[in-house]
Nanobody
Framework: QVQVMESGGGLVQPGESLRLSCAAS????????MTWVRQAPGKGLEWVSD????????HYSDSVKGRFFTSRDVAKNTMYLQMNSLKPEDTAVYYC??????????????????RGQGTQVTVSS
């Protein structure tokens, strides 16, 4: 069964950091691009970042560029999202998802094969 599962969310203060993890199972993790998307209260799904299948290409939305960093560990079948300098507007449920192919995309928050249940990130003082 193809699955991805996020972890690592929580409550942090503005300016702090947090690292999310996405554990993948049921498919050849090294063959597919992965994506992070988020949904803030009352808003639609927003694309955050992508990493391609072999991990050497990443893309980021303008809202997180320079603060968030995506990586993947093929040996652990896990993708990470390192979030630095967090802002209140980063508050959202964060989801990881498997892309259909091996290329990292820019945008296209609704193009994925499977998505996790999400992990809540709250940035508040």
């Amino acid at each position: 069964q193809v699955q991805v599962m996020e972890s690592g969310g929580g409550l942090v203060q503005p300016g702090e950091s947090l690292r999310l993890s996405c554990a993948a199972s049921g498919f050849s993790f090294s063959r597919y691009a992965m994506t992070w998307v988020r949904q803030a209260p009352g808003k639609g799904l927003e694309w955050v970042s992508d990493v391609n299948a072999n991990g050497d290409t990443t893309h980021y939305s303008d809202s997180v560029k320079g603060r968030f960093f995506t990586s993947r560990d093929v040996a652990k079948n896990t993708m990470y999202l390192q979030m630095n300098s967090l802002k209140p507007e980063d508050t959202a449920v964060y989801y990881c998802a498997k892309r259909p192919g091996d290329r990292a995309l820019e945008g296209y928050a609704d193009i994925y094969d499977v998505r996790g249940q999400g992990t809540q990130v709250t940035v508040s003082s």
